[in-house]
């Protein structure tokens, strides 16, 4: 019996030995059964981005930004404080298109357009001087494009005389000034877009005989631009003299036959050969040294 008698000191170390052992952690205890445990350096871990931090736009994300006017004045800018990129640029760019170009004069057309004051006369002085800055604007951009549509910086004739077609349209619509002085640039483009057409039928009729220029119909436009112009387009029409007349001859026979009668067509015919080789062809207008 003393054997199974604990002792009084071994009771009262119970309490003791149970309050000493550690107590479970409320993560543990709270957690469900079968939840794996995260450690807690890992939860509170957040995704750090470098958006705080200040660097430059990318070039191509600056280029999304710029207008096409402020595209442009960069690059000019660029180009005249490094004249090798001009180059490398000028050679590397795609030629200009004939729509494309024609795009560029008549952007320039318009602003003339809207430059005009309200409430005066078109023709006036006033309105010249409110227009002149975007007139001279234009024949400027008409000064440098024709030369890149003429022979031998373009080889097509047929896409030469598309755009001087385009291009002689808008001169013949200039507007024309009371006073006679303020008028000489609408001459000079005229003079100038005689020699330029005057050009290019001399390298068309190098090739094929000048085939191109009857098949596009390019003597009646030729004729009908030299009347616009007040037979400013002398040059040009003394291009189709040298050929022998018979491109214009192929025009009247065309308008003859929509009039009926064979014997028309050769009247028409020995009419305009006349006027073109004596230098009366227009009515009055002269045209050529004759």
Known sequence: ??????????????????????????????????????????????IRTNA?????????RLLETL?????????????TRHPAIA???SSTAPRPSVPSALGVLHSYEAAMQESFPYGDRASSDYSFNRVRGSLLALLDALKDYVPQFLPPQEPQPTVSL??????????ARLPQWDT?????????????????????????????AGI???????DRKIVRHNEMSGGKLGEAVQALRE??????????????????????????????RRELFSGTYGNAVQVGPW
Do not use: Y
């Not at 207008?67 to 800018?77: G, M």
């Open 1 to 46: 019996m003393s054997s199974r008698k604990r002792k009084a000191s071994d009771d009262d170390d119970i309490p003791d030995r149970m309050s000493s052992s550690p107590t479970p952690s409320p993560s543990i205890t709270n957690r469900p059964l079968g939840t794996p445990r995260t450690p807690s350096h890992l939860s509170s871990k957040r």
């Open 52 to 60: 705080t931090t200040s660097r430059p736009l990318p070039l191509n």
């Open 67 to 79: 207008t096409q006017d402020q595209l442009r004045t960069a690059l000019t800018t660029l180009c």
């Open 87 to 89: 180059a490398e640029l």
């Open 162 to 171: 598309a755009f001087l077609d385009g291009v002689t349209e808008i001169v």
């Open 180 to 208: 006679f002085v303020n008028n000489r640039w609408k001459d000079e483009a005229f003079e100038e877009m005689g020699a330029a057409w005057a050009m290019v039928v001399r390298e068309a009729a190098k090739r094929g």
């Open 212 to 218: 191109q220029l009857q098949v596009g119909g390019w």
């Open 243 to 272: 050929l022998g007349g018979w491109f214009v001859d192929q025009t009247q026979t065309a308008n003859a036959r929509g009039q009926g009668g064979q014997g028309q067509v050769e009247d028409e015919r020995e009419k305009l």
